[in-house]
């Protein structure tokens, strides 16, 4: 594996893959999908939403099965990263400051719109949350910064990831929030990965979701037809950066055919 000079991942929502790929509403997207990569057999782990975003970030679902708020006792990526020397920042869009630990909030900074804590992982792990220095690197969108970390997730709010509003309003968002990356300096050598927490079937327990890999290590066009899932996201992020593996992703593939490797 590249080891990538940053990751970003950007979550949507709960869209099956035929949803986004070849729909005239997502332009954008499928415009990335031409110049980029798309893992065509990618699973979402389980429904509802909350569960996946905790398996992208520690390689468990730790036992949730709602969109609850939990408060979890266990190893995740942002530990795996420190702990190798590397740094992390979740971008939230209309997360509040002040390691907010709500279940949801409007405005702020960010402008009209909602955030969601089941849409952001990292305030779920007790060892980040107890920590005000830790909790701190949760921001909102109004201090995104593609240099600002090795590993940046980000959160868009629940208009902008397609949860409560439509594909091609998403797009829009993409259109929009994406160039901030692929165009910066930072984006050299590195991957960034557009994602859906899950689909509207049941393949792999969350459904089969588009997972768009973006990147100039990508061959335009690239398809890969390997099974994946959301696991698989996570060792790859691990195996680049010799991080070790957690729980379920110790056992998954990662998405290596994307680099030629």
């Known amino acids: 594996m590249p080891a990538f000079r940053h990751v970003y991942l950007i979550v949507m929502e709960n869209k099956e ?8 509403a997502a332009p954008y997207l ?3 999908i031409q110049r980029y ?3 065509t057999r990618y699973d979402a782990v389980a429904h509802p939403s909350e569960p996946n975003y905790i398996a992208l970030f520690s390689g468990a679902t ?8 939990h408060d979890l006792a266990a190893t995740n990526l942002a530990d795996q990263l420190e702990d190798h020397g590397r740094t992390w920042r979740v971008f939230a869009q209309n997360v509040p400051p002040g390691c907010f630990a709500g ?3 409007s405005g702020g900074a960010d402008g009209s719109g909602t955030y969601a804590r089941k849409h952001e992982p ?6 980040i949350a107890s920590d005000p220095a830790r909790c701190r690197n949760i921001t909102d969108f109004s201090h995104f910064d593609p240099t600002a970390a090795d590993f940046e997730l980000i959160v868009p709010n629940m208009c902008n990831d397609m949860h409560d509003c439509s594909v091609s309003t998403g797009d829009d968002f993409l ?11 930072a984006f050299a050598d590195s991957v960034l990965f557009i994602t859906w927490d899950e689909g509207t079937g049941g393949s792999g327990g969350g459904g089969r979701v588009a997972t768009i890999v973006v990147s100039p290590l990508v061959k335009a066009g690239f398809t890969s037809s390997v099974a994946h899932t959301h696991y698989s996201l996570l060792r790859t ?15 998954s593939n990662d998405m290596r055919e994307f680099f030629g490797v």
């Open 122 to 127: 990292a305030i779920s792990f007790t060892d």
């Open 175 to 185: 259109r929009s929030f994406v160039p901030r990356i692929t165009g910066s300096a």
């Open 17 to 24: 893959y035929g949803s986004i790929v070849g729909n005239s």
């Open 103 to 105: 279940a949801v909030a």
């Open 237 to 251: 992020i691990e195996a680049a950066w010799d991080l070790g593996c957690l729980r379920q992703s110790c056992s």
């Open 62 to 69: 730790q036992g949730v099965n709602d969109d609850g708020v």
């Open 30 to 32: 499928n415009d990335l």
């Open 37 to 39: 990569g798309l893992a």
